[in-house]
C-alpha cells in the first residue's frame, strides 16, 4: 500500500518511547536459528546457535509478563523461512496515527514486512510503506512527541530517512550515523523518558553523542554490558522497563533514578543479536 498520505488509524497511536504501552506486536522463536550471520553477536555465538526450545520458553515468560500488566499482545504467525521473525521491531513501526511497514536489508529477512502485511490488511489497519528502492527498519526509529531520531546504518539508508521526513512534515526528523558494526540505533541508544536516554556513546560521533547530549540526560551503559544490548530495554510506561537480569549496572541507574525495572531472562534472543525493543513493535501508547 503506497500513497502520497501517510494513512492515519483511529487503533494504532504512538508518541514517544516511553509512555504507556497498550498493544504491541511480536514473534514467536519458534524456528531462530543463526544461520547467515548478519551482525556481531551471531559471530560470537555462531558455533554455539540457538536452543529454541529455550528461547521459545523465555520468550512466552516475556509475552506473559507484558500480559500481565494489561498489555495486549499481538502474535504474528512464525514461519520456518523466517530465522529472524522474532525481532518485530525491524518489520514496522508507528509515528503517531501513521504505521509504516520497513523494507529490509538483509536477504535472509526480506519478506518478513508481508507477514505484517497480512495481518495488518486483516484487521483493517492502514499502513504506509516507502517506494521500492529505499531501505529502513524499525531498529533505527526512535520517536519523542514531535522528534524523530533515524539511524543511519547499513540497514537504514539516509535517502529512506529523507523520504520518511518528506512524508512526516509535522516531525523534526534528526539523522543520526553511528558505527555500523552494532546494527541499529537501539542497540546504542534508547530514550526512556523525555529527559533521560541509555546510550553506549563509544558507538557515536563527538558531533551526534552532542546533538543527543543537549537534549537527554544520558545513562551511560558499560562495555562489558553493551555486548548484552544493555541499552536495548523495552519502557512500558510509569517509568518501567523490562531488562536483563545479567545487566546490573544499568538497572541500578535505572532504580536509583526511580525506575521500576522488571527483570526478565531473553539471554537465549540475544544470542542472534537483539533483545526486548527489538523483539517488540508497539501499535499503541498512550499518556493515561
Known amino acids: 500500500m503506497d500513497s502520497a498520505v501517510p494513512k492515519k488509524n483511529d487503533n494504532a497511536n504512538c508518541t514517544s518511547e516511553y509512555d504507556i504501552l497498550k498493544k504491541v506486536v511480536l514473534c514467536r ?6 544461520k547467515d550471520v548478519i551482525n556481531e553477536t551471531q559471530k560470537h555465538f555462531h558455533e ?3 536452543d529454541i526450545t529455550i528461547a521459545v520458553r523465555q520468550h512466552e515468560a516475556f509475552v506473559k509478563e507484558l500480559e500481565k500488566r ?5 502474535l504474528l504467525p512464525a514461519l520456518s523461512q523466517f530465522p529472524e521473525q522474532v525481532f518485530t521491531r525491524d518489520i514496522g513501526f508507528t509515528i503517531g496515527e501513521t504505521v509504516f511497514t520497513s523494507r529490509l536489508s538483509a536477504d535472509i529477512r526480506q519478506g518478513e514486512e508481508n507477514v505484517l502485511q497480512e495481518w495488518l490488511s486483516k484487521e483493517n489497519i492502514a ?6 528502492g529505499y531501505k529502513i527498519e524499525g531498529g533505527d526509529i526512535l520517536i519523542d512527541q514531535h522528534t524523530v531520531y533515524a539511524g543511519i546504518s547499513e540497514r537504514t539508508s539516509l535517502s529512506a530517512v529523507q523520504e520518511l521526513k518528506r512524508l512526516l512534515p ?14 541499529h540505533l537501539d542497540c546504542v541508544f534508547n530514550i526512556i523518558s523525555p529527559h533521560e536516554a541509555l546510550v553506549y556513546p563509544k558507538a ?9 547530549k543537549e537534549r537527554y540526560d544520558m545513562i551511560e551503559i558499560p562495555e562489558h554490558e553493551q555486548f548484552r544490548l544493555g541499552t536495548n530495554v523495552l519502557s512500558i510506561g510509569n517509568q518501567t522497563v523490562i531488562s536483563l537480569p545479567h545487566n546490573q549496572a544499568v538497572n541500578r541507574q535505572l532504580r536509583a533514578r526511580g525506575y521500576t525495572v522488571i527483570e ?9 543479536g ?13 499518556c493515561t
Open 29 to 34: 522463536p519458534e524456528y531462530m536459528t543463526i
Open 170 to 183: 509535522t516531525h523534526e526528523v534528526i539523522p543520526v550515523p553511528f558505527e555500523e558494526t552494532f546494527l
Open 48 to 50: 554455539e546457535n540457538i
Open 127 to 132: 499502513y504506509r510503506s516507502l517506494n521500492k
Open 204 to 212: 557515536l560521533g563527538k558531533r551526534e553523542y552532542k546533538v543527543l
Open 274 to 286: 537483539g533483545s526486548f525493543r527489538c523483539c517488540t513493535m508497539p501499535l499503541e501508547r498512550s
Open 264 to 272: 526478565v531472562d531473553l539471554s537465549e534472543i540475544i544470542k542472534s
Open 70 to 74: 494489561g498489555i495486549e499482545v499481538v
